[in-house]
């Protein structure tokens, strides 16, 4: 696939997932304030606009990596792009705990 048409598909994938969002706040508007945590990038992100593959549900900004990469190609299935973020989730796990336990000391001081 050439470049053009690589970004083309981009394009409209883009669209698509911004779309997706869309259409879950409008059927339900509360989902903006649900949050939950991504599988694919270990962040606390808006429900709305998250899909689920396989057993695992993926935030608005996964579910475009995720569609993108399998349209380039790039992955066959989910778990590859699971698997290629789990040095980020890691490192977002990590800073998460490391955020908590820094709170809890404040609390205490
Ligand atoms: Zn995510």
Do not use: H, W
């Not at 883009?14 to 599988?39: G, H, K, N, W």
């Not at 992100?45 to 569609?67: P, R």
């Not at 993108?68 to 990590?94: F, H, P, Q, V, Y």
């Amino acid at each position: 696939m050439d470049k053009n048409k690589a970004l083309e598909v981009v394009k409209s994938l883009q669209e698509a997932v911004e779309q997706m969002r869309i259409d879950d706040l409008e059927e339900s508007p509360e989902s903006a304030l649900e949050t939950f945590q991504c599988y694919c990038c270990g962040q606390e992100k808006e429900k709305a606009g998250s899909m689920v593959y396989q057993e695992y549900l993926l935030c608005n900004d996964c579910v475009l990596i995720a569609e993108t990469s399998m349209a380039l190609g790039k992955i066959s299935n989910i778990e590859e792009l699971i698997n290629s973020m789990e040095d980020k989730r890691l490192e977002t796990e990590c800073n998460l705990l490391i955020e908590e336990q820094k709170n809890q000391n404040n609390e205490k001081n």
